[in-house]
Every structure is written in structure tokens, then in C-alpha cells.
């Protein structure tokens, strides 16, 4: 999981659960390349409904942008379009 939020692209640190994907990690390097690094840390379940953007990765989906969670609702943002051309390259 990714999200933007003023500014800042943000994934759950590891320490507690998730999954060191290949999806991740390209999208780490990828964005890290393009001067934007992503910061890794606790992600508190509030601050998602917080977010400018949200979305999802794995390598089966690639990049998933969420649109919904309960009453919140997304347009897809510029990272996550960033994220789905990045990966149809790969």
C-alpha cells in the first residue's frame, strides 16, 4: 500500500505485518530515481481516510488505485497513474 498525503508518499513500515513485494521495492526504486523518495513508516489506520491518494500494489495487479474506503471516495491521482505507467513498462 501507498499513500500521498500533503505531499508525502508514504508505505506501512514491514516491522509489523506486510510483504517486501517486487512490486514495492520497483516502486520504491522507481520513484527514489524520479527525486521523490517514499518515506516507510507506521501508518495509522486514520490517516488513510486523510490521504490524497491511495493505492495498492502486488505483482499479479500491479498498481491498484483505491477509489473508495467506507464514505471516502478518490479520484485516481497523479502518483498512482505515475506508478500504473511504471510498471506497464516493466
Do not use: H, K, Y
Amino acid at each position: 500500500m501507498f499513500l500521498v498525503q500533503a505531499g508525502e508518499l508514504v508505505t506501512p513500515s514491514l516491522d509489523r505485518a506486510g510483504v517486501a513485494g517486487v512490486m514495492r521495492a520497483a516502486l520504491i526504486a522507481f520513484f527514489a530515481a524520479q527525486g521523490r523518495p517514499v518515506v516507510e513508516r507506521d501508518v495509522d489506520p486514520a490517516e488513510l481516510a486523510r490521504a490524497d491518494e491511495l493505492f495498492v500494489t502486488n505483482a499479479l495487479i500491479g498498481v491498484w488505485p483505491v477509489r473508495a474506503l467506507g464514505a471516502r471516495t478518490w479520484a485516481v491521482g497523479p502518483l498512482a497513474r505515475a506508478a500504473q505507467a511504471q510498471v506497464a513498462t516493466l
